[in-house]
C-alpha cells in the first residue's frame, strides 16, 4: 500500500493591503495657568492606533493622536536692530507646518550631538547679548489623546466565517497648525497614513513523499523550498527604570521641557515558554540649566511643564540610554524558533534630582513577539509509478519560501543650508529625523535599499536675544545601501526595516552644516510560490479479469470518496449511486462500502 509523508504547517496569509490616508483635527487649549503662547517651536505629534474591525464589508480603523508643542512664552522680547519684534512665527490668522514627524517603528526621533557640536560658532551677527531677564521663556504642554482620527480601507476578507484578522500601523506625515488670537490655543490638523492589513491563519497538509515499500518504486518531482510554521504571537508589557548623571555643563538642570524617546530591539530568541529579547531605550533631553537654585523634581509627559520664574536659563540637549531584558511568555515557544520582537512605548515619567545633577527615568513598554519554525521541504508536483500505478490529485498552492535574513548599517549624508528667514546657527539642541524608503531591489545575493531622511533641527541662534529657532530640511540627507542576503535573487520580495541612529551635525560658519545619520537595516527575503502541488496519491489496483458486478469495501483510516473510487478505477459519483448518504473529506473507518462493477481509466 502507497504510505504518503506529510507535513501541517500553521501558514500565515496575506489576503491584501491597502495605504489609507486620515487626519485628525481640532482645537487644542493651553491648561490653566500655563502662559500664553509666543512663538510656536515645535509641535509634535504621536499617533496611537487602537481599533482595527470590520464594519459594513469594509475594515475599520481609529485611533488618537498625542500632542506636545514646545514654545516661546509670550514674554516680551528686546527687538532686533531693524527688524521690530522677533519671533512672528506661529501668530494667529495663518497656518504654520511643524514638519512631519512620527513615533512609529524606523520612524522615530533621534538625537545626539557631541559636545563639540553644542559649542559657540564664528559668524554670528551680533555677539552682545540680551539680558537674561528678558529673554523669552521655553515651555512646553502636553496634551493625550488631543485629537481622534479614522480612516476605511477596502480589503478581502470580511465575509469571511471567522473574518479575516486585519493588522494596521501609522504615522505622521505632516504636522500643521494656527495659534488662537488670545495665544491660549491652537487649531492643529495632522496628515496620518495608515496601513491596514487583512490576514488569515490556515492549517496547511502538504504531501512531501512516498513510499510504496519493497514492491514498488515512485518517482518524485518537486522543489525545495523553506517555509514559516507559525507557532504563535503574544503581547505582553515592561517597565524599564534607570538613572543618570547629566554632564551640567551649563549648570543644574531647573526643568525637563522635552524628552523623546526611541526604544530597540537589540536581540531576540524563543525559549522554552517565552521569547527573550534584550535591547536600548534611548532618551533626548531638552531642559533648562542655570546656576543652583529651585528645581522641578518631577516631569511627567501626561501633563503640562512648569518651573520657577527666571530667565536665567540656557536650553540644553542631552542623551541617556536604558538597558532592558523582558520574557514575553508565548506557551508553544521553543529554542531553535525564529523570533521577530518589537516595541512600542506606552508610557513615560522622568524626575530631576533635587540638585539638578541627575535624572530618572521610567518607560513603560508594549512588546509583541512572533515566532516561527522554518521548515525545509519539498513541495511535490508530481509523483510517477515506475512498478506500480499511482495516481495523484493536485491543487493550486500559493505561498512565500523564505530565502534568507541580514543586518547591515549604513548612513545618510547631505550638506543643510538655512534659509535667509532663518536666524544662523550658534550651536544645535535637538535634531529628529524622517526616513524614506524610494527603492527596494533585490539582486543576485543581495538588496539594495535607497531613500531618504527628512531633518528638523532645534538651534540656538547667533542673534543678540540667543533665540532658539526650528529649521525643517525635506529630504536633506540621501543614502543608497546594499545588504548581503544568500540566496537572493531579483525576482524575490525583499521587507526592509530602516532604524535611525543619532544624528550628527557638523555646522560650517552660521548657515551651512555637515549632517550624517547612522542607519541599521533588516531585510528578509521571500520568494513568492505558485504551484499545482500534489494533495493526494493513492495507488491503482490493477484490474485482473472479470469484477465481479458489486462487491464492497471496508474504509480504512484516511480513506475518501477520491482515493476509493480512484484506487478500484471508478468514479465518486458512482461510488455515491451505490452507497448514498457518504460525508465529504474522510470517511468513517469501517464503514462498508460497495464498489460497482464499471471500470473507468484513471
Given at each position: 500500500?502507497l504510505?504518503?509523508?506529510?507535513?501541517?504547517?500553521?501558514l500565515e496569509?496575506?489576503?491584501?493591503?491597502?495605504?489609507?490616508?486620515?487626519?485628525?483635527?481640532g482645537?487644542?487649549?493651553?491648561?490653566?495657568?500655563?502662559?500664553?503662547?509666543?512663538?510656536?517651536?515645535?509641535?509634535?505629534?504621536?499617533?496611537?492606533?487602537?481599533?482595527?474591525?470590520?464594519?459594513?464589508?469594509?475594515?475599520?480603523?481609529?485611533?488618537?493622536i498625542?500632542?506636545?508643542?514646545?514654545?516661546?512664552?509670550?514674554a516680551?522680547?528686546?527687538?532686533?536692530?531693524?527688524?521690530?519684534?522677533?519671533?512672528?512665527e506661529?501668530?494667529?490668522?495663518?497656518?504654520?507646518?511643524?514638519?512631519?514627524?512620527g513615533e512609529?517603528?524606523?520612524?522615530?526621533?533621534?538625537?545626539g550631538?557631541?559636545?563639540e557640536?553644542?559649542?559657540?560658532?564664528?559668524?554670528?551677527?551680533?555677539?552682545?547679548?540680551?539680558?537674561?531677564?528678558?529673554?523669552?521663556?521655553?515651555?512646553?504642554?502636553?496634551?493625550?489623546?488631543?485629537?481622534?482620527?479614522?480612516?476605511?480601507?477596502?480589503?478581502p476578507?470580511?465575509d469571511?466565517?471567522?473574518?479575516?484578522?486585519?493588522?494596521?500601523?501609522?504615522?505622521?506625515?505632516?504636522?500643521?497648525?494656527?495659534?488662537?488670537?488670545?495665544?491660549?490655543?491652537?487649531?492643529?490638523?495632522?496628515?496620518?497614513?495608515?496601513?491596514?492589513?487583512?490576514?488569515?491563519?490556515?492549517?496547511?497538509?502538504?504531501?512531501?513523499?512516498?513510499?510504496?515499500?519493497?514492491?514498488?518504486?515512485?518517482?518524485?518531482?518537486?522543489?525545495?523550498?523553506?517555509l514559516?510554521?507559525?507557532?504563535?504571537?503574544?503581547?505582553?508589557?515592561?517597565?524599564?527604570?534607570?538613572?543618570?548623571?547629566?554632564?551640567?555643563?551649563?549648570?543644574?538642570?531647573?526643568?525637563?521641557?522635552?524628552?523623546?524617546?526611541?526604544?530597540?530591539?537589540?536581540?531576540a530568541?524563543?525559549?522554552?515558554?517565552?521569547?527573550?529579547?534584550?535591547g536600548?531605550?534611548?532618551?533626548?533631553?531638552?531642559?533648562?540649566?542655570?546656576?543652583?537654585?529651585?528645581?522641578?523634581?518631577?516631569?511627567?509627559?501626561?501633563?503640562?511643564?512648569?518651573?520657577?520664574?527666571?530667565?536665567?536659563?540656557m536650553?540644553?540637549?542631552?542623551?541617556?540610554?536604558?538597558?532592558?531584558?523582558?520574557?514575553?511568555?508565548?506557551?508553544?515557544?521553543?529554542?531553535?524558533?525564529?523570533?521577530?520582537?518589537?516595541?512600542?512605548?506606552?508610557?513615560?515619567r522622568?524626575?530631576?534630582?533635587?540638585?539638578?545633577?541627575?535624572?530618572?527615568?521610567?518607560?513603560?513598554l508594549?512588546?509583541?513577539?512572533r515566532?516561527?519554525?522554518?521548515?525545509?521541504?519539498?513541495?511535490?508536483?508530481?509523483?510517477?509509478?515506475?512498478?506500480?500505478?499511482?495516481a495523484?490529485?493536485?491543487?493550486?498552492?500559493?505561498?512565500?519560501?523564505?530565502?534568507?535574513?541580514?543586518?547591515?548599517?549604513?548612513?545618510?549624508?547631505?550638506?543643510?543650508?538655512?534659509?535667509?528667514?532663518?536666524?544662523?546657527?550658534?550651536?544645535?539642541?535637538?535634531g529628529?529625523?524622517?526616513?524614506?524608503?524610494?527603492?527596494?531591489?533585490?539582486?543576485?545575493?543581495?538588496?539594495?535599499?535607497?531613500?531618504?531622511?527628512?531633518?528638523?533641527?532645534?538651534?540656538?541662534?547667533?542673534?543678540?536675544?540667543?533665540?532658539v529657532?526650528?529649521?525643517?530640511?525635506?529630504?536633506?540627507?540621501?543614502f543608497?545601501?546594499?545588504?548581503?542576503?544568500?540566496?537572493a535573487?531579483?525576482?524575490?520580495?525583499?521587507?526592509?526595516?530602516?532604524?535611525l541612529?543619532?544624528?550628527e551635525?557638523?555646522?560650517?560658519g552660521?548657515?551651512?552644516?555637515?549632517?550624517?545619520?547612522?542607519?541599521?537595516?533588516?531585510?528578509?527575503?521571500?520568494?513568492?510560490?505558485?504551484?499545482?502541488?500534489?494533495?493526494d496519491?493513492?495507488?491503482?489496483?490493477?484490474v485482473?479479469?472479470?469484477?465481479?458486478?458489486?462487491?464492497?469495501?471496508?474504509v480504512?483510516?484516511?480513506?475518501?470518496?477520491?482515493?476509493?473510487?480512484?484506487?478500484?478505477?471508478?468514479?465518486?459519483?458512482?461510488?455515491?449511486?451505490?452507497?448514498?448518504?457518504?460525508?465529504e473529506?474522510?470517511?468513517?473507518?469501517?464503514?462498508?462500502?460497495?464498489?460497482?462493477r464499471?471500470?473507468?481509466?484513471?
Amino acid at each position: 500500500m502507497l504510505r504518503l509523508e506529510e507535513t501541517h504547517l500553521q501558514l500565515e496569509r496575506t489576503l491584501g493591503e491597502q495605504l489609507a490616508e486620515a487626519i485628525g483635527s481640532g482645537p487644542i487649549r493651553l491648561g490653566s495657568g500655563e502662559p500664553a503662547i509666543g512663538r510656536v517651536l515645535n509641535l509634535r505629534a504621536i499617533p496611537h492606533l487602537t481599533h482595527l474591525e470590520w464594519a459594513e464589508g469594509q475594515a475599520r480603523a481609529r485611533g488618537v493622536i498625542d500632542l506636545i508643542l514646545l514654545y516661546e512664552g509670550a514674554a516680551p522680547r528686546s527687538p532686533s536692530p531693524g527688524t521690530g519684534m522677533a519671533g512672528g512665527e506661529g501668530k494667529a490668522g495663518g497656518w504654520e507646518e511643524a514638519g512631519a514627524r512620527g513615533e512609529q517603528e524606523a520612524e522615530r526621533h533621534h538625537f545626539g550631538y557631541s559636545d563639540e557640536d553644542m559649542g559657540e560658532y564664528p559668524g554670528t551677527e551680533d555677539e552682545t547679548e540680551v539680558p537674561a531677564a528678558t529673554r523669552p521663556r521655553i515651555e512646553s504642554s502636553v496634551w493625550r489623546e488631543a485629537l481622534a482620527f479614522e480612516t476605511w480601507a477596502d480589503l478581502p476578507g470580511a465575509d469571511l466565517e471567522p473574518p479575516a484578522e486585519l493588522e494596521g500601523s501609522c504615522e505622521i506625515e505632516q504636522v500643521a497648525f494656527r495659534v488662537d488670537e488670545d495665544g491660549l490655543g491652537l487649531e492643529a490638523e495632522v496628515s496620518l497614513a495608515v496601513a491596514v492589513r487583512s490576514l488569515r491563519i490556515e492549517p496547511v497538509r502538504l504531501i512531501t513523499g512516498m513510499n510504496a515499500g519493497a514492491r514498488g518504486r515512485v518517482r518524485l518531482e518537486g522543489e525545495r523550498v523553506v517555509l514559516e510554521d507559525l507557532v504563535g504571537r503574544s503581547r505582553a508589557e515592561t517597565t524599564v527604570r534607570g538613572e543618570a548623571a547629566l554632564a551640567a555643563v551649563q549648570g543644574p538642570a531647573r526643568r525637563v521641557v522635552d524628552v523623546e524617546v526611541q526604544p530597540v530591539v537589540r536581540s531576540a530568541r524563543a525559549a522554552r515558554g517565552a521569547v527573550e529579547a534584550e535591547g536600548q531605550v534611548r532618551l533626548d533631553l531638552l531642559y533648562m540649566a542655570g546656576p543652583a537654585g529651585t528645581t522641578e523634581t518631577g516631569t511627567d509627559l501626561t501633563v503640562s511643564y512648569s518651573g520657577p520664574e527666571n530667565g536665567d536659563e540656557m536650553p540644553v540637549h542631552e542623551a541617556i540610554e536604558l538597558s532592558w531584558r523582558a520574557n514575553i511568555p508565548l506557551p508553544e515557544a521553543r529554542e531553535g524558533l525564529a523570533t521577530r520582537v518589537t516595541a512600542q512605548v506606552a508610557g513615560l515619567r522622568v524626575n530631576l534630582a533635587e540638585d539638578g545633577r541627575a535624572v530618572q527615568a521610567s518607560v513603560v513598554l508594549t512588546l509583541e513577539a512572533r515566532a516561527v519554525h522554518r521548515i525545509p521541504t519539498t513541495l511535490l508536483v508530481a509523483a510517477t509509478g515506475e512498478t506500480i500505478e499511482v495516481a495523484t490529485q493536485n491543487q493550486p498552492f500559493h505561498a512565500e519560501s523564505f530565502v534568507g535574513e541580514s543586518e547591515d548599517t549604513g548612513a545618510a549624508v547631505g550638506e543643510l543650508e538655512l534659509v535667509d528667514e532663518l536666524e544662523g546657527i550658534s550651536r544645535v539642541l535637538t535634531g529628529s529625523g524622517r526616513v524614506h524608503v524610494d527603492r527596494i531591489t533585490c539582486a543576485q545575493d543581495r538588496v539594495e535599499v535607497e531613500g531618504a531622511v527628512d531633518l528638523v533641527l532645534l538651534y540656538q541662534a547667533g542673534n543678540r536675544e540667543q533665540s532658539v529657532e526650528t529649521a525643517s530640511f525635506p529630504r536633506a540627507l540621501t543614502f543608497l545601501e546594499q545588504v548581503v542576503v544568500a540566496g537572493a535573487r531579483p525576482e524575490d520580495v525583499a521587507q526592509v526595516q530602516v532604524e535611525l541612529g543619532a544624528i550628527e551635525v557638523s555646522p560650517r560658519g552660521s548657515r551651512y552644516a555637515l549632517a550624517r545619520v547612522p542607519l541599521r537595516l533588516r531585510t528578509k527575503v521571500t520568494r513568492p510560490l505558485e504551484a499545482s502541488v500534489v494533495t493526494d496519491a493513492v495507488e491503482v489496483i490493477p484490474v485482473v479479469g472479470e469484477p465481479p458486478t458489486m462487491r464492497y469495501v471496508f474504509v480504512q483510516p484516511g480513506d475518501t470518496l477520491w482515493r476509493l473510487a480512484t484506487r478500484y478505477s471508478t468514479t465518486p459519483e458512482l461510488l455515491l449511486e451505490a452507497t448514498p448518504g457518504l460525508p465529504e473529506g474522510e470517511l468513517p473507518v469501517g464503514r462498508k462500502i460497495y464498489i460497482p462493477r464499471r471500470i473507468v481509466k484513471v
